[in-house]
């Protein structure tokens, strides 16, 4: 992320849209996708992320369903660096698109 503010370099915090972009790669990788939107994230953040950790995911599809001509899908994410939680989201997407 090119972030201008010095925080994330002054305190060695990892980037909020780095974390979300593992939470996308969770969707990319359990459902199966064509073009896709992404409607919504509610993001709760437990911790401060630090480099270097090593940051991993724990992710389940909540639900699936129609949603007007499209398919919506709905997940839970966690988000842990170093093992320790350091966001949870609940993130909504139409994965198939009809029109």
């Not at 939107?37 to 992320?49: D, E, M, V, Y």
């Not at 966001?87 to 009809?98: D, I, K, M, P």
Request: charged share 20%; with cysteine.
């Amino acid at each position: 992320m090119a972030e201008p503010l010095p925080v994330y370099r002054e305190r060695s915090l990892l980037h909020p849209g780095l974390l979300l972009r593992l939470v996308n790669l969770a969707l990319m990788t359990n459902v199966e996708l064509g073009p896709w939107i992404h409607t919504a994230s509610a993001c709760r953040f437990l911790a401060p992320p630090r480099l270097p950790e090593v940051a991993s995911l724990r992710s389940v599809v909540t639900a699936a369903r129609r949603r007007g001509a499209h398919d919506e899908v709905r997940y839970d994410a966690l988000v842990l660096c170093d093992g320790v939680p350091v966001l949870e989201v609940a993130h909504t997407a139409l994965y198939r698109l009809n029109g």
